[in-house]
């Protein structure tokens, strides 16, 4: 399967340590932060080294999986994940979630929302029947994309990440998603 796509204002494309810049200014920014693991913003830079190093065991083993940098016009705007979510209580599951983290800069271009149509596809391709965002049940900048993406809402489950989270699916059989 391709490690790069393209969309039409998008490149999804594998990430490395060229990017630890991007992606320590990324989660540096509390804004974006705040809505990821422990939630506080990073403040080495080696933070970031980590995270770009650990990106592949994130992914597993499927080959459609990845963490994926995407960029406009050749220049890193956010990042888009297609990857099996961490079990609560670390149980057995084969669940596979879309997620996304984009610059603040970036936000507010419909960028999330193109990126993850590509990787919905991509998801849909390989064979997934179903698809999961996990987001913060306070994160409706997160749970909006969510909706335009054309996802049902599941309300709050605690199946990933131990902990209490909002979650959507979207099932291979309800099609690609909504057109807005
Ligand atoms: C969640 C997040 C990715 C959403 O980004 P976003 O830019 O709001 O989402 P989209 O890509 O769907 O863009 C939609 C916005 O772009 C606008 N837009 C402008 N041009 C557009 C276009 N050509 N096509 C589509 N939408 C467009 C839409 O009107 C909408 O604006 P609104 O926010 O004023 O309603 C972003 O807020 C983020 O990175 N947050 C921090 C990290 C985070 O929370 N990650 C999720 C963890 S679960």
Not at 7 to 35: H, I, K, N, Q
Request: hydrophobic content about 40%; glycine content about 12%.
């Amino acid at each position: 399967m391709d490690a790069t796509i393209r969309t039409e204002r998008l490149v999804l494309r594998r990430m490395g340590l060229d990017d630890t810049d991007f992606l320590f200014d990324l989660f540096s920014r509390p804004e974006v932060a705040r809505w990821s693991g422990a939630g506080k913003p990073m403040t080495e830079r080696a933070q970031a080294v980590e995270r770009i190093e650990a990106q592949p065991g994130r992914a597993g083993d499927h080959p459609a999986c990845g963490v994926f940098g995407v960029e406009v016009g050749e220049e890193l705007v956010g990042m888009a994940l297609l990857v099996p979510p961490p079990s609560s209580g670390g149980g057995a599951r084969d669940d596979v979630e879309i997620g996304w983290h984009f610059h603040p800069d970036a936000w507010g271009h419909g960028y999330a929302t193109e990126a993850a149509r590509a990787l919905v596809d991509r998801g849909f391709s390989a064979g997934f029947e179903e698809l999961y965002a996990v987001t913060d049940p306070d994160n409706e900048r997160s749970q909006a994309v969510c909706r335009r993406l054309g996802m049902t809402d599941l309300g709050l489950r605690d199946d990933w990440y131990d902990t209490t989270t909002r979650a959507f699916v979207l099932a291979a059989a309800s099609g690609r998603g909504s057109d807005q």
